[in-house]
């Protein structure tokens, strides 16, 4: 069996970032490039996941939705939306990543942690805490606003660090 290539779920991410790093983001034709190009490889990393059936990273999904709806906005000239954007900065990220959660959380057996285990009952708990580290990152993102390292880098260590510690207890198939 063919194992999915899930480097690719961060590729979206990495291709917004780059454009960001690279072009002024004070003229906002790099803002809309960055999602229309990091949208795209959003699009097509969660249709190649639905292709290979593979489990997505929750908060990678957030995010990538995230990118998604930015890059929708553009396109649809829905400036309110890019402009609520740029107001949360890092945060309205953080908020896809928490509605992902809260959403797997109820629908999804493999929950937000986004591990398919017998035991349902740890699943749901380890899930509902990586939901709670979610919405701590958040507001932690939320309050340092205008501090790349408060507000982009701590937040997302803490998540991805405790979605790391969280799934390691359970067997991921």
Do not use: C
Not at 53 to 75: C, D, E, P, Q, T
């Amino acid at each position: 069996m063919r194992r999915p290539l899930k480097f690719l779920e961060a590729l979206p991410l990495s291709i917004f970032l780059l454009f960001l790093r690279f072009f002024d983001t004070a003229i906002a034709q790099s803002w809309k490039a960055a999602f229309i190009g990091g949208s795209l490889a959003a699009v097509i990393t969660i249709l190649y996941g639905f292709h290979e059936k593979m489990i997505f990273n929750r908060v990678l999904l957030g995010i990538n939705l995230y990118l998604i709806s930015g890059g929708i906005a553009v396109i649809t000239h829905q400036w309110w939306l890019n402009t609520l954007y740029h107001d949360l900065q890092a945060s309205g990220i953080l908020v896809w990543v928490f509605f992902v959660g809260l959403v797997s959380l109820g629908l999804s057996p493999r929950g937000f942690i986004g591990v398919d285990d017998p035991d349902r009952k740890k699943v749901k708990q380890l899930s509902l805490y990586l939901l709670l580290v979610s919405a701590v990152a958040l507001l932690i993102s939320f309050g340092f606003r205008g501090n790349r390292v408060l507000s982009e880098v701590i937040p997302f260590v803490i998540l991805f660090i405790a979605g790391s510690r969280l799934r390691s207890g359970l067997t991921v198939k």
